[in-house]
């Protein structure tokens, strides 16, 4: 009986674990999101200074100095 009642309010507890993931998981999402917004807008009102990052081999893509956001204009739009 004791071992059941044990069992039981790990049971809940997990529930309630698993609700608060859950609930966290929905703010990154929307956070996600709004970041991504504001990247767009950041895009489109940067007066940019592009420059190539020197020290990353593998980047072909310039980086605003002022914004630091990379010149990819099919992905802010």
């Known amino acids: 009986m004791e071992n059941t009642l044990l069992v039981e309010k790990m049971l809940e507890k ?3 674990i698993q ?3 859950r ?3 929905k703010q990154i999402t929307k956070l996600t ?3 991504k917004a504001l990247e767009n807008e950041i895009y489109k009102n940067c007066n940019h200074n592009w420059e ?3 020290e ?3 980047c072909k893509y310039k980086v ?3 914004c630091k956001l990379a010149n ?3 992905v802010y739009n």
């Open 14 to 16: 997990k529930k309630e």
């Open 33 to 35: 999101k709004d970041n």
């Open 52 to 54: 190539r990052d020197w």
């Open 64 to 66: 605003c100095t002022i």
């Open 23 to 25: 609930n966290f998981e």
């Open 72 to 74: 990819m204009p099919n």
């Open 19 to 21: 609700k608060k993931i």
């Open 56 to 58: 990353d081999r593998c």
